[in-house]
């Protein structure tokens, strides 16, 4: 498999501002992830050996999500179907509640 595609595939997001981005770090990092690096970024989600890279385009605000390492009996699905659904409520918020949460998950 080429090593863009990762373990599983690439999965592009559309619509990612870098608020958004900032968004997700915090919130992942909020989880006890570890997130290393500024694009691209290096997530351990410390879950079943699941290790991910985003890259992001800045010029066409499209977040690149691959898994780089995940433990033998963890399907692809399984992974996507974690990851797939919280992408659209985080390109929906608008852009003051990005700040509102933002803000939140630094106080903590």
């Known amino acids: 498999m080429d090593q863009d595609q990762g373990k599983c595939g690439v999965r592009n997001y ?11 770090i915090a919130a992942m990092r909020n989880k006890g992830m570890t997130v290393t690096g500024a694009n691209p970024w290096d ?11 985003g890259t992001w385009d800045t010029g066409t605000q499209v ?29 929906e918020l608008p ?10 998950l630094a106080a903590e």
Request: net charge neutral; aromatic share 4%.
């Open 95 to 104: 852009d003051h509640e990005v700040a509102a949460i933002l803000k939140t």
């Open 14 to 24: 559309p619509n990612i501002n870098q608020a958004r981005i900032d968004l997700m």
């Open 63 to 91: 977040l690149s999500v691959i898994v780089t390492s995940k433990d033998w009996y963890v399907p692809c699905n399984k992974i996507w179907e974690a990851i797939d659904p919280l992408i659209p409520h985080i390109q």
């Open 43 to 53: 997530v351990d989600t410390k879950q079943h050996g699941v290790k991910l890279r």
